[in-house]
Each structure stands twice: as C-alpha cells, then as structure tokens.
C-alpha cells in the first residue's frame, strides 16, 4: 500500500513493499517557481540552479543524504541498466558520463535517483540480500525490457526475485495513456501473451494501454511474488497540481523523483 508522507513541507509516498529507505516526490514542498513550482529536480528544464539545489537539499532529506550525494542517470528512453557504485556520487549540474534508464546496487548508503514526468517509476528492494534498483520505464524501455535487465543485474549482486519486493509509483494512468496499434503490439510482444485486459478504447476509438499493469504483469513473469508488487493509482495527468506531467505541460515543466537506499 502506498502511503503519503511530509518532512517539512515536502510530500512524497511510500510503499509498503519497500522494505529499505524510499520515497516518490509530488510537486509539493520545493521553493522553485512559477512553471517550475514547487519542488523540481529537474536540471535542463530551465529553472534557476539555486532553486534546484535546494530542491536536492529537500529531496535528500527523505533518505538523510545531502544534495551531492545522489547517483543519478542520463535517461534516453532505452533499456540500459548500470550497476552503480560510490563512484556514481554526482554533485547537482555536473555532467551524468553515462546513458541509462536503471539504477542498481548492494552498495550500502548509496542513494540512487530517477526523473519522472508521466512515465512510470518502478523501485525495487530484495532487502534479504541488501539489493535495490531504481528504473525509469517509460513505454520504450518497457518493452525493450528494461525490467528484465534491472532483475538480471540484481541477481548477479545477490538478489532473488521471491524476495524482491516492487513498487510501481505515480505516472501516467490508463485513462489517459492513448496509444497507437504500434504500442499495443510492442506490448503484447513483451509480454508474450494476450494483452485484451490492459486495453480499452477511448470514446474516440483510440487504444488506451494500462502501462503500470502491463510492467506489473512482466515482473510476476520474471519471478517476482504478486503479493510482492505494490502498484500506486495515482495518475500523473489527472493529478497536475500534484505531480509533474509531460503531456499536459506540453514539455514546459519540471520532473519528480523516485529515490531509494539501503
């Protein structure tokens, strides 16, 4: 189950199923400004750097790290997984040397950080076996199997799928995700399997596709426990006073995080 949580004034969620230091960010309790209020961690969209620094600051305190402490990735909308480690510390605006859509480690204190603004975060926690991940899929790195590799990779550190636990946090949600026939081929491609549950037609005909369940149902296929697997119902586009959204934004905006460390 997801929970909201405050420190300050900054809200985020947490899940239940993460049994590690987490948390989603919402807009809420950050000190940018105007298009970018309040809470933006978005560091090319045009804010002031300040502000931006200091929405780090308040981000860390969920995990009680500071604001260059965070490994962090340069997402391309692909299916890279890196293995980070204490070398992947990375002050806020100096350049990311590397491309990847997933983060994971066993490196104890390290917090690792993804962007979102209408794709769907998914974090991962084997606490067993002190593994976690942090994976930015949009529908691209959805069915190019971003997931696959971020359990592959945590398994060669140790992890087990039977003791990873899954939260799949705010992005955007069925009702609103229009698709092409293209996108709803790549995912039944994906999965392997008939995907008829996970999409509908809007009132214009159109195919929505239910992103958050399509990854859901990949994980149980790569092992993990559906009771292991908590999935938020909060939609990024029905909710932007609350969260950041790409699309109804149209791009002029900032992004929200998912952290995590153990």
Known sequence: MFTEKTIDSMVYLVSDRIRTKHGFTTRYGGVSTGIYSSLNVGENRGDDPACVRENYARVGKILGVGPDDFATTRQIHEATVRVADNGDRR???DP?????DGLVTNVPGLPMMIYIADCIPVLLCDGRNGVIGAVHCGWRSSVADILKNAVDEMCRLGAEPEWIGAAIGPGI????FEVGPEVVDAARHYLGEEIDDLVRKNENGKDMLDLKRVNARRLIQLGLREDHIDISQECTMCKPEKYWSHRVTGGQRGSQCAVIML
Not at 96 to 100: E, K, L, R
Not at 173 to 176: N, V
């Open 91 to 93: 002050k806020v605006f």
């Open 96 to 100: 990311v040397p590397y491309d990847a």
């Open 173 to 176: 949600g069925w009702d609103h």
